[in-house]
């Protein structure tokens, strides 16, 4: 199994930056994959930020000139450095992971407000 703990969230004014991280543990080796996603209420879960174990990613049209993902060569940490953060940016963040074998693993989410 995989563990996940994302942390860094809080409450920033539109314009400031935040860097959320997120610590795994577990059966890390199997892990080809992780990612941000985040959800708003009223709104379903969306794609943030994908990083593959190539170290290939894929971003969000709405935060791709603004947040970078990143992560160690051994998946034991990943980051999401949000930039320029906007209002519409308010969501819980989640940090996942995608194995060959074990499937899916999420954490618990962090929640960012960013207020105008």
């Known amino acids: 199994q995989v563990q996940l703990v994302e942390s860094g969230g809080g409450l920033v004014q539109a314009g400031e930056s935040l860097r959320l991280s997120c610590t795994t543990s577990?059966?890390?080796?199997?892990?080809?994959?992780m990612g941000w996603y985040r959800q708003s209420p009223g709104k379903s879960r969306e794609m943030v930020a994908l990083?593959?174990?190539?170290?290939?990613?894929i971003y969000a049209d709405s935060v791709e000139d603004r947040f970078t993902i990143s992560r160690d060569s051994a998946w034991s940490i990943v980051y999401l450095q949000m930039n320029s953060l906007k209002p519409e940016d308010t969501a819980v963040y989640y940090c996942?992971?995608?194995?060959?074998?074990?499937?899916?693993?999420w954490g618990q989410g962090t929640q960012v407000t960013v207020s105008s």
């Open positions: 996942n992971a995608e194995t060959q074998r074990m499937g899916r693993f």
């Open positions: 577990g059966q890390t080796s199997g892990i080809y994959a």
């Open positions: 990083i593959s174990n190539v170290g290939s990613t």
